[in-house]
C-alpha cells in the first residue's frame, strides 16, 4: 500500500542504547514514544521512567531466584525468609508505589481540563470521523482529519453514532471513548507543528482495522488562515472534466448521502466533501489522497473497506469515475 | 484445642454437643495397634467393590472425580489446543501487512473465539478440573462431596463448549469480541451473539456448580484433625478462587440475561435512544472481568505452593503470609474492574481511586512471589521439572505484573489502553500466571494420577520451546503497542513501523506452539511399557502422594488422622497405618461410597456421609439443560421449554433417588472408637453448606440487577421517564405479603415436621406452593401494562419480575418436592435434610422477593 502522508522523523534523545530495531519503529507516526503534544510528552517521559523501574525490579527478583536456583547458597533461617516476604513483599511495594502514585499523580496530564481555545466536535461514524469545528452559527464540517493549533489547548467534544469507538492520536495525547447516547472530552495541546496519525482504538466491528485519521497540528496563524478557507463554500469545477464530474456527482445521487456546501448535494449521513481535495488521506485514511485510490475507493468501497456503508459505483463508466474523480480533487 | 493434643480421656470441649459418640482424638496407642492383615484385605475387597467405576459403554456414568476430574481436564486442554490454532490463524493474518489470509469478519471471529474459549473454556474450567482430579487427594478423601454434581457440571462443559467452540467451523461464531459490548454485539446480526450469550451462560452456571462444590469439600471433606490452619496451601486457593468465581459470575449471568432480552425481545437495556445505558453492560461484565483475572492466576499461585516446598525440601516459608495475602487478593480483585474502563471519560477522581486499588493488588501478589523465593532459600532449591516451569512463570509473571503496575495508572493507560502494550501485558501475566504453572502442575502431579512419570527430556524441549517462544512473540508486542497498533485490528498499513516486529511475533507464536505441542505429545503418547514411579516420587509431604490410583479407585484405604502441615514428613507411620486400614472409614460393609464430613473450622469428625455412585441423571440432566440453553439460539423455543422441563425432572428423579436417602441405622462405626452418625441435616450436612453457598451466588445476580435500576437512575436523566405509568402498588402489595405466606408456610412445615406433627408439616408445605404461585400471579398482574419495548424503565421493571417468578416457582417446585417425599416416607421427622434446605432456600428467596417488589412498585416513585 503507497504511504498516505509523508513519514517524519522524531528523534528522541537517551535512547542510543536501544537496538536498532527499537530506532527503526521510532520512525512510525502513530507512536507514543514521539511525542508532538503536551500530554504525549507528559506520558512518553512518565514511560521512561516506569520502563527503568520496571526493568530495575525484574532483574532484582529474578536475579535472585536465579541465585538462589542456581547457585545453591547455604540455607537461611526462617526468621531471614520471613524478611524477605515482609521486605520484599509489603515494605518495598508499599514505599515504591506510593512514591510512584505521587508522582504520575503530580504529572497527570493536563488532557482531562477544559479547553481556553478552538472546540471541535468528533463523532464516531462507522467506520469515519465527523469533525467539526464549532463557532457560532453553523459549525464548519469536515471528516476524518483534524486540525488543531499549536500553543493551546483545544476542546474536543466527543460522540458516538451506532458503535462506542475510541479517539487516539498518540502523538498528541491518550484517547477518549466515544460512546453512543454520552458525550466524553478531552483537550489536547499539539506542541509541534506536523502531521500524525491517529486510530480507532475500541473494537467496532468489520472496519475496526479501516478508521484511522490524520491529526494534523499547525502554527496558530496558519490554522486560522485554514479555517477561514475552510468555512467557506466549494470551489466551482474550472475545467470541463471537473464540471462533468459534478453533474455525474449530482446524477449518481452521491449529495443523497454528501455535502458539498454551494451545491444542491447536502446529505448528512456521510462525510461532508465540500474541502475533500484538501484534505491528506481517503477514506478515513486508509488510502492516499490519490487519483487512482480515489477511483478504485469510488468504484468498490467495499473491497477496502469491508462492510463500508457506502455503496458501490461498479456500473459507472470508467471515464464517468476519472471525471467524478477530477472534481473531487479539485475541491480544495 | 490443639489437634497435636492427644490426651486419651478428655474428649474437646469443642465436641460436647456432637451426635458423635466415642473416643476424640485418637490416642497414639490406638494408632500404633496395628491391624489383623485378614481382616484388612477383606476390608479392602468389601471397600473395592463399592467403589468399583463402570466398565465398558457405562463408563460415561462413572462420577468418581478420578475420572471426571480426568475427562474434565483433558477437555479443557482440548478447547485451550482449538482456541491456540485460532491464535496461530490470526498471527499468519498479522504477520504481514495488508495480508489477505483472513477476512476482517473471520478474523473478528477468531479474536473474539480465542479470547472467549481461553477464558471459559479453558482457564476457568482448568481450574476446576485439577481441583476436582486432586482435592480429594491433597484431602486425604475419598470423593468430592457431591460426585454427580461433579459430573453433571463436566457434561454441561462438554456439551455447551463444543457448541460454542464448534461455532467457528460453521462460520457462525460470534465476532464482537469476548467483552460483547454493546451496541456492536447487541446490533450483530445472526446468531453469534447468541451462541455467546447462552452457551456460556450455561457453561457458567455449571462453573458455579463447580465452585460449589469445591467450597463445600474444602469446608466439610477434610480428614479428621486437620484443622483450617493445617490445611495445603490449595486447599486454602480452590477456597478464595471458589468464592471469587460465586461472586463474580453471577454479575455477568445477570449481565447476559438483560443482554438476550435485548436480542430476542428488543427490551432497550443497552439501547440509549429508548433510555438504557451501554456502559451498564461494561460494568457488570468488567465486575466479573477483572475477578476473572484472579480466578485464573491464584490457582497457579496454588501449584506453585505445592511444587515449591517440594522443591526446597522444607515446609512453605510464610503459610499465614500466603493465605491472607490469598484472601486479600480476592477482595480487591473485586474493587479493580474500573481500570478496564479508564478511557470511558469517568471522573477524575474515580480513576485516582482506581489506580490506587489496581496499584494497592500488588502488595499481596509480590508477598506470594516473596514467600516462594523464601522458600527456597530456606531450603536447598532443587531444579526439579515441574520447578523449572515454576521458575519460568517467575520470571514471566514478574514481568507481566510490572507493565501491570504501568497500565494501573490511569494516564498512561490513556496512550496504550487497547493497543497491543496490553495484548503483551495481559498474555504475560496469564502466561506466567496460568499456563506455566498448570504445565509444571502436570509434570508435578501426573504421578498422582498415573503412578508414572513424564518424560525429564521431552518437559525440559517443551519448556524451552515455550519459554523462547513465548518472548519472541510477545516481548515485541510492547513495542508495537508503543508504537501505536491498536488491538483487534485485521491488518494494517506497510508504512507504520510494525511490519518487523509483528512478523517476529509470528515466528515466535509458532514456536510456543511447537513447545505446546511436544508437552501434548509427552503427555498423551502411550506409556504402557514404562514402570511405575513409586507413589511419592518427589519425595513430597502432603497428602495426595498417599494415593493409590489408578491402581485402587477409593481414594485412600482409610481416611487419616492429621497432626501437621506435612503429614508424609511429619507424620512418619502414616502412609503404612492407612494402607492398613487403621485410620476411619476403613471398610465398606453396607457397600456404600462413603467419606468422612468433619466440622468446618477444627476438623472434628461430625458425620459419615454416603455419597452417590454412578448414575446416568447427571449426564442426562445435562443434555436437557443444554437443549434448554441452545435451542433458543435457534430461535427454536417451544422444544426448549420442554427440554427444560425435563432437565428439571432428571435433576429431581436423581434428589429423589440419590440424595437424602434414610440409612438402615442412624450410627455407625466410624473406625478408631468413633461411632458416628450416617444422616445430618441442617448446618451440619454439606448439602445445606451448598444451597447456603449458591444462594449467595445467586443473591449477588440478584444484586447486580438491583445495581442496574440504581444504575439507570443516576446515569440517565429520564429514569424513570417522568410521565411513565409504574407498576399497580395494591397488586404488588399483595404479591409481597402472599410471597411472605409463602416463606411462612415452608418454615412453620419445617417446625411441624420436627416436632412429629407430619400432617400440618404436610397441610403446610400444600398451602406453600399455591400461596407462591398466587403471588406471582399478582407481582405479573401489577405490571401487566407496562410495555418493556418502549424504555428501559418498563423494561427493567420486567427483568425484576421475571427474575422473582423464575425462583419463585423453583421455590415452589422445592416445597412440592418436600411435600412428596413426605408422603412416599423418604422424609421424616428425624430425617429432614430436604426440608431444612428447602427452607434455607426460602429464606433467600424471601429477601428476594421483597427487595424484588419493593423495586418494582415502590422505588421508581422515589426517583
Redesign the interface.
Known amino acids: 500500500m503507497p504511504n498516505p502522508v509523508p513519514q517524519r522523523y522524531h528523534g528522541l534523545s537517551g535512547m542510543a542504547w536501544l537496538s536498532t530495531l527499537f530506532l527503526a519503529g521510532c520512525k512510525g507516526q502513530q507512536s507514543v514514544l514521539a511525542p508532538a503534544g503536551r500530554d504525549a510528552e507528559v506520558l512518553a517521559g512518565l514511560f521512561w521512567v516506569l520502563l527503568a523501574g520496571a526493568v530495575v525490579l525484574w532483574l532484582a527478583v529474578n536475579g535472585l531466584m536465579l541465585y538462589i536456583a542456581h547457585l545453591n547458597p547455604r540455607p537461611q533461617s526462617r526468621r531471614m525468609a520471613e524478611g524477605l516476604i515482609i521486605g520484599g513483599g509489603i515494605v518495598l511495594p508499599t514505599l515504591l508505589l506510593t512514591a510512584l502514585l505521587i508522582y504520575s499523580l503530580r504529572e497527570m496530564p493536563r488532557q482531562r481540563e477544559a479547553g481556553s481555545g478552538l472546540t471541535v466536535r468528533i463523532t464516531g461514524e462507522s467506520w469515519w470521523w465527523r469533525v467539526e469545528y464549532l463557532r457560532e452559527g453553523t459549525p464548519i464540517a469536515s471528516a476524518n482529519e483534524v486540525r488543531l493549533p499549536t500553543g493551546s489547548r483545544s476542546e474536543l467534544v466527543l460522540e458516538a453514532s451506532e458503535y462506542i469507538h475510541s479517539f487516539w492520536i498518540p502523538a498528541f495525547g491518550g484517547k477518549t471513548d466515544m460512546i453512543p447516547g454520552r458525550t466524553t472530552r478531552m483537550s489536547l495541546e499539539p506542541t509541534k507543528s506536523g502531521e500524525y496519525r491517529g486510530q480507532c482504538t475500541e473494537f467496532c466491528g468489520e472496519s475496526h482495522a479501516r478508521m484511522a485519521l490524520i491529526g494534523v497540528a499547525m502554527e496558530p496563524q496558519d490554522f486560522a488562515e485554514w479555517l477561514t478557507a475552510q468555512a467557506g463554500p466549494a470551489d466551482d469545477p474550472l475545467t470541463p472534466q471537473a464540471m462533468r464530474g459534478r453533474d455525474i456527482f449530482l446524477r449518481e445521487g452521491c449529495g443523497g448521502c454528501h455535502t458539498i456546501r454551494g451545491t444542491p448535494a447536502q446529505g448528512a449521513v456521510g462525510p461532508d466533501l465540500t474541502h475533500f481535495g484538501g484534505r491528506r488521506s481517503l477514506a478515513a485514511a486508509t488510502l492516499p489522497m490519490e487519483r487512482q485510490a480515489l477511483i478504485d475507493w469510488l468504484r468498490d468501497p467495499a473491497a477496502i473497506k469491508p462492510g463500508v456503508r457506502m455503496p458501490a459505483y461498479d456500473h459507472v463508466p470508467e471515464a464517468d469515475l476519472a471525471d467524478l474523480a477530477t472534481y473531487l480533487e479539485g475541491l480544495e | 484445642m490443639s489437634a497435636s493434643d492427644v490426651s486419651p480421656t478428655a474428649p474437646g470441649s469443642d465436641v460436647l454437643d456432637s451426635p458423635m459418640q466415642g473416643v476424640w482424638p485418637p490416642t497414639p496407642a490406638m494408632l500404633a495397634s496395628p491391624v489383623d492383615p485378614d481382616l484388612s484385605r477383606a476390608q479392602a475387597k468389601r471397600l473395592r467393590k463399592a467403589w468399583e467405576t463402570p466398565r465398558g459403554w457405562r463408563h460415561v456414568t462413572a462420577v468418581n472425580n478420578t475420572h471426571v476430574g480426568k475427562w474434565y481436564a483433558m477437555t479443557a486442554l482440548a478447547f485451550m489446543l482449538g482456541a491456540g490454532v485460532l491464535a496461530l490463524l490470526m498471527r499468519i493474518q498479522l504477520a504481514v ?2 495480508n489477505g489470509f483472513l ?3 473471520r478474523f ?1 471471529q477468531f479474536f473474539t473465539m480465542h479470547g472467549s474459549a481461553m477464558m471459559f473454556l479453558f482457564a476457568v474450567p482448568m481450574f476446576e478440573a485439577i481441583s476436582i482430579l486432586l482435592l480429594p487427594a491433597l484431602l486425604g478423601t475419598r470423593d468430592m462431596p457431591f460426585p454427580r454434581l461433579s459430573a453433571y457440571g463436566y457434561w454441561c462443559f462438554l456439551i455447551g463448549g463444543i457448541f460454542v467452540l464448534g461455532s467457528v467451523l460453521f462460520d457462525a461464531a460470534p465476532s ?2 469476548w467483552f460483547m ?1 454493546p ?2 454485539a447487541t ?2 446480526e445472526g446468531i453469534g451473539a447468541d451462541i455467546w450469550l447462552l452457551g456460556l451462560s450455561f457453561i457458567e452456571v455449571a462453573s458455579i456448580a463447580a465452585a460449589v462444590e469445591l467450597i463445600v469439600g474444602v469446608i466439610k471433606c477434610r480428614p479428621p484433625g486437620m484443622r483450617i490452619n493445617l490445611m495445603p496451601l490449595y486447599a486454602w486457593y480452590v477456597l478464595v478462587v471458589g468464592g471469587m468465581i460465586l461472586f463474580a459470575f453471577p454479575p455477568l449471568i445477570a449481565g447476559d440475561f438483560l443482554f438476550e432480552l435485548q436480542r430476542s425481545l428488543d427490551w432497550p437495556f443497552f439501547d ?2 429508548r433510555g ?4 451498564l453492560w461494561q460494568h457488570l461484565f468488567w465486575i466479573f472481568g477483572h475477578p476473572e483475572v484472579y480466578i485464573i492466576f491464584l490457582p497457579s499461585i496454588a501449584i506453585a505452593a505445592m511444587v515449591v516446598p517440594t522443591a526446597a525440601r ?1 515446609p512453605i ?2 503459610y499465614s ?1 500466603i493465605v491472607l ?1 490469598a484472601v486479600g487478593t480476592g477482595f480487591l480483585s473485586f474493587g479493580l474492574w474500573v481500570h478496564h474502563m479508564f ?3 469517568l471522573p ?1 477522581l474515580s480513576l ?1 481511586f482506581f ?2 486499588a489496581s ?2 493488588v ?2 499481596p501478589t ?6 516462594f ?9 532443587r ?1 526439579i521439572l515441574p ?1 523449572l516451569w515454576i ?1 519460568g512463570a ?2 514471566i509473571f ?2 507481566g505484573g ?2 501491570g ?2 497500565v494501573a ?1 490511569a ?9 497491543y502494550f496490553i495484548v503483551a501485558h495481559l498474555h504475560y501475566t496469564l502466561f506466567g500466571g496460568m499456563v506455566f504453572p498448570v504445565i509444571g502442575g502436570v509434570y508435578y502431579f501426573f504421578p498422582v494420577i498415573k503412578k508414572k512419570k513424564l518424560s525429564e527430556r521431552l518437559g525440559r524441549w517443551s519448556f524451552w520451546l515455550c519459554f523462547t517462544g513465548f518472548n519472541i512473540c510477545f516481548l515485541p508486542m510492547h ?1 508495537t503497542g ?17 511490519n ?2 509483528n512478523l517476529v511475533s509470528t515466528v515466535g507464536a509458532f514456536v510456543l506452539a511447537l513447545g505446546i505441542l511436544v508437552f501434548v505429545w509427552d503427555l498423551v503418547r502411550p506409556k504402557r511399557h514404562e514402570p511405575h514411579t513409586p507413589r511419592n516420587p518427589w519425595g513430597a509431604g502432603t497428602l495426595e502422594w498417599t494415593h493409590d490410583v489408578p491402581d485402587e479407585p477409593w481414594g485412600v484405604r482409610s481416611v487419616p488422622y492429621i497432626t501437621s502441615r506435612y503429614p508424609l514428613w511429619d507424620q512418619p507411620e502414616l502412609l503404612a497405618r492407612m494402607d492398613a486400614g487403621r485410620f476411619y472409614l476403613p471398610d465398606a460393609p453396607e457397600g456404600l461410597r462413603e467419606t468422612m464430613i468433619t466440622s468446618a473450622v477444627d476438623a472434628v469428625p461430625l458425620h459419615v456421609a454416603r455419597l452417590s455412585g454412578p448414575g446416568w441423571s447427571p449426564l442426562v440432566a445435562a443434555l436437557f439443560t443444554g437443549g434448554a440453553f441452545i435451542l433458543p439460539t435457534f430461535k427454536i423455543y417451544t422444544p426448549a421449554v420442554i427440554c427444560g422441563l425435563l432437565a428439571i425432572a432428571a435433576i429431581l428423579f436423581w434428589l429423589w433417588t440419590a440424595t437424602a436417602r434414610i440409612p438402615e441405622k442412624p450410627f455407625k462405626d466410624g473406625g478408631l472408637g468413633l461411632r458416628l452418625p450416617t444422616y445430618v441435616s441442617g448446618p451440619k450436612a454439606p448439602g445445606w453448606w451448598a444451597v447456603f453457598i449458591t444462594m449467595l451466588g445467586d443473591a449477588t445476580g440478584f444484586a447486580s440487577l438491583v445495581f442496574g435500576m440504581f444504575f439507570y437512575w443516576t446515569a440517565r436523566p429520564d429514569f424513570p421517564p417522568p410521565d411513565s405509568p409504574h407498576a399497580d402498588p395494591v397488586l404488588s402489595g399483595i404479591a409481597a405479603l402472599l410471597f411472605g405466606a409463602a416463606w411462612a408456610a415452608t418454615r412453620l412445615a419445617r417446625g411441624l415436621n420436627a416436632a412429629g406433627l407430619i400432617g400440618a408439616a404436610r397441610g403446610s408445605l400444600l398451602a406453600g406452593p399455591l400461596l407462591a404461585l398466587a403471588g406471582c400471579g399478582a407481582l405479573i398482574a401489577a405490571i401487566l401494562h407496562l410495555a418493556p419495548q418502549t424504555h428501559v424503565y418498563p423494561a427493567m421493571v420486567w427483568a425484576l419480575v421475571i427474575w422473582t417468578v423464575s425462583h419463585v416457582l423453583c421455590g415452589a417446585i422445592m416445597q412440592g418436592y418436600c411435600l412428596a417425599r413426605s408422603l412416599a416416607g423418604r422424609m421424616t421427622a428425624q430425617y429432614d435434610a430436604d426440608l431444612w434446605n428447602t427452607t434455607l432456600f426460602w429464606h433467600f428467596l424471601l429477601a428476594t422477593c421483597l427487595i424484588g417488589t419493593a423495586m418494582v412498585a415502590l422505588i421508581p416513585r422515589a426517583m
Request: proline share 7%.
Open positions: 501487512p495488508e477476512d476482517s469478519d473478528n464482537s469480541g459490548y451496541p456492536l446490533e450483530s440509549p435512544d438504557g445505558d451501554p456502559l522444607v516459608a510464610g503470609w495475602s478511557t470511558t471519560g477524575a485516582g489506580s490506587a496499584e494497592a500488588v502488595i509480590g508477598v506470594q512471589i516473596f514467600a523465593l523464601a522458600t527456597l532459600m530456606v531450603g536447598r532449591a531444579m520447578m521458575a517467575v520470571a514478574t514481568a510490572l507493565t503496575v504501568m495508572l494516564p498512561f493507560d490513556w496512550q496504550v489502553h487497547d493497543t513495542l508503543l508504537l501505536g497498533m491498536p488491538r483487534r485490528v485485521y491488518t494494517y498499513q506497510a508504512d507504520l513501523g510494525w518487523a516486529l
